[in-house]
């Protein structure tokens, strides 16, 4: 997404300049040469085209949805491109340090698999909130779930992060479904 | 509040680029909706049906002095070239890799390229228990240049004891071998990759 955010940027930069170009050419060229208008782009066209449209009409609300959307996409991709990093407390003064959401994912994830009766397990994680789905073939949830929340809040507790990650852990078991 | 010098190289800074895209996208967005809203008849169904290009805005616009016209749209159309290049090059320009100056006395300066200083890093990093493989490059001002180490550890490595020694071994080492007090380092550690096996 980071990606993406500086691909738009980088194109609605060259669409302003693009614009400001033709805008800064073509009101030169009329005003040294009326004659010979226009220069590039065929404004008298638009003109004309513009004075016989009403607001009301298909075409400018077509102009207006599409707008408006693409306005939306351009405001969701700017705001889901920030970063996820998660913060671990400094070392030293002048240090920083942060690790990734996968890999925070990653440690829970083995650590989880480990423990008895855990059949599988999947786990996403980001700074405020780790997720633990495990599935057991031999407890219930009622068994397992308590055991898991307390083993992995402890390898939470473990690892120095900034802020405390929240610990939500599910357990699908087939005995539970009798 | 500004953030300490090592906690601006965690991670190459987007804000400008994305403060601009939402503007732009916010601005849209608006315009979009106030031309929908004024064709939906919501000012006025009389409103709605007049030419977009309004006869009463081109006789206040004819109205006017032409030259001052004139004047103000190609210093506007200037304007926005040179901003929109602007904006368009700083997107497009890769990260420094600023390089150390460790002296700056006129007919002795001396510099340590960042590469170098990379390479040296790199190598001590690699050296700690638990590390499998280690990334670094310098970032930041050329003013005020700090490093990057992105650091794959080892599956159940002990963290605390892994900055302890790169603290001890590896930022000390490259602190004392260039002299410098300070040495802002921002430190991307990825936990339990898989060590790189061998097809045999």
Redesign the interface.
């Known amino acids: 997404m980071?990606v993406l955010?500086?691909l738009?940027?980088?194109l609605?930069?060259?669409?302003?300049?693009?614009?400001?170009?033709?805008?800064?050419?073509e009101?030169?060229w009329?005003?040294w040469r009326p004659a010979d208008v226009p220069l590039v782009a065929p404004w008298p066209a638009w003109?004309d085209a513009?004075?016989?449209?009403?607001?009301?009409?298909f075409s400018?609300?077509v102009?207006?949805?599409?707008?408006?959307?693409?306005?939306?996409?351009?405001?969701?991709?700017?705001?889901v491109?920030r970063?996820r990093?998660v913060r671990?407390t400094?070392?030293?003064?002048?240090?920083?340090?942060?690790?990734?959401p996968r890999?925070?994912a990653?440690?829970v994830g083995?650590h989880v698999r480990a423990q008895d009766n855990v059949t599988s397990a999947s786990v996403t994680a980001s700074a405020r909130k780790v997720r633990v789905r495990a599935s057991s073939t031999f407890e219930s949830e009622e068994q397992l779930r308590p055991r898991l929340t307390e083993s992995v809040t402890g390898l939470i507790a473990d690892?120095?992060l900034v802020r405390r990650p929240k610990i939500s852990v599910v357990v699908d078991s087939p005995r539970d479904r009798r | 509040m500004s953030r300490?010098?090592?906690?601006k190289?965690?991670?190459r800074s987007?804000g400008t680029?994305?403060?601009?895209?939402?503007v732009?996208?916010?601005?849209?967005?608006?315009?979009?909706?106030a031309?929908?809203v004024?064709?939906?008849?919501w000012f006025g169904t009389y409103?709605?049906?007049?030419?977009?290009?309004d006869?009463a805005v081109?006789e206040w616009l004819a109205a006017r002095e032409p030259v001052v016209l004139?004047v103000v749209?190609?210093v506007?159309?200037?304007?926005?070239?040179?901003?929109?290049?602007?904006?368009?090059?700083?997107?497009?320009r890769p990260e420094a890799k600023p390089d150390l100056r460790l002296d700056r006395t006129e007919g002795r300066a001396l510099t340590v390229t960042a590469g170098a200083l990379s390479a040296a890093v790199q190598a001590d990093t690699e050296a700690v228990d638990g590390v499998t493989k280690a990334k670094v490059r310098s970032v930041g001002d050329p003013g005020e240049p700090a490093l990057r180490l992105q650091v794959w550890l080892r599956?159940g490595t002990d963290?605390?004891r892994v900055?302890?020694d790169?603290?001890a071994e590896v930022?000390a080492r490259a602190r004392t071998a260039l002299g410098v007090e300070?040495?802002?380092?921002?430190?991307?550690?990825?936990?339990?990759?898989s060590p790189r096996r061998r097809v045999r």
Do not use: K, M, Y
């Open positions: 980071r955010v500086r738009l940027s980088t609605l930069g060259l669409a302003v300049a693009g614009a400001g170009a033709l805008l800064a050419l009101v030169a009329h005003w003109r513009l004075a016989n449209t009403g607001w009301d009409s400018v609300r102009a207006a949805v599409a707008v408006a959307v693409s306005g939306l996409v351009l405001l969701l991709a700017s705001a491109a970063r990093d671990l400094d070392p030293a003064t002048d240090v920083s340090v942060t690790t990734s890999s925070l990653r440690v083995t690892l120095p | 300490p010098a090592s906690a190289a965690l991670a987007q680029e994305r403060s601009l895209t939402f732009t996208g916010l601005l849209a967005l608006l315009a979009g909706s031309v929908l004024l064709g939906a008849g409103r709605a049906r007049r030419p977009v290009l006869p081109t004139r749209a190609i506007a159309g200037l304007a926005l070239l040179v901003f929109g290049l602007w904006w368009c090059f700083r997107s497009l599956e963290l605390r900055w302890r790169l603290d930022l300070t040495l802002p380092v921002a430190v991307r550690i990825e936990l339990g990759a």
